[in-house]
């Protein structure tokens, strides 16, 4: 399976960071090494002194397909999770700087935090879905899919003209504002509507 992954797609987050709001999505990829195991700690890499936490949407991938018209994207998925991208913020910058690829600072071990999924019939739609991420019992980031600049199944037109969607395969579907640092002790906790869908412990 393989991981893709949605980079400013939170016009908040864009502000945050100082982003340029980009034409099309942004797109990049995780390998499956990234998945942080289920029930393990994350480990702050040694090569980074910036990860941030970026919790996001995901989408569960059941059917292969490839130029998939959004009008039939729904057909394609019918589980909605919630995961972190983590990202090693410096080295990211660093990349960016040089317009360097971005893989070291985000697809690293661990970089890929995939909760438990949803039936996507539980809920009213799509794109009207409410989530957010406590560290230590604290709300850090808070969003709706509503907020999209491109919505579940827009993405998965957009996707799928570059890579074949294959059963298993996972989107990430961008973070809203909020991110910021982990320190060790730290706890993570999401939630998509009011259900907990993961909890980690940063060593
Ligand atoms: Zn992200």
Redesign the pocket.
């Known amino acids: 399976m393989k991981i893709i ?1 949605v ?1 400013r797609n939170y016009a908040a987050h864009i502000e945050e960071l100082d982003n340029e709001r980009p034409k099309d999505p942004v797109l990049f990829l995780k390998p499956d090494t990234a998945i942080l195991l289920k029930k393990q700690p994350f480990f702050i890499p040694e090569f980074s002194d910036d990860v941030h936490y ?1 919790v ?1 949407v995901l989408v569960k991938i059941k059917k292969i397909g490839k130029h998939i018209n959004r009008k039939f994207a729904h057909k394609y998925y019918d589980e909605i999770g919630l995961g972190i ?1 983590f ?1 090693a913020r410096d080295l990211q910058a660093n990349l960016k700087k040089k317009g360097l690829p971005w893989e070291k600072a985000k697809a690293f071990d661990g970089a890929a935090v995939i909760g438990n999924f949803i039936p996507k019939k539980n809920f009213e739609s799509v794109n009207n879905i409410s989530f957010r991420l406590e560290k230590n019992d604290e709300i850090v980031q808070q969003a709706s899919t509503a907020l999209m600049l491109w919505k579940i199944d827009e993405l998965i037109e957009y996707i799928s003209k570059y890579f074949t969607l294959k059963i298993g395969d996972i989107i ?1 579907t ?2 809203p504002s909020g991110v910021g640092k982990v320190h060790p002790e730290d706890k993570l906790t999401g939630f998509i509507e009011g259900t907990e869908v993961f909890s980690i412990k940063v060593k």
Request: one cysteine or more; aromatic letters at 12%; hydrophobic letters at 10%.
């Open positions: 992954c980079g970026e996001e991208d990202t990430f961008g973070t």
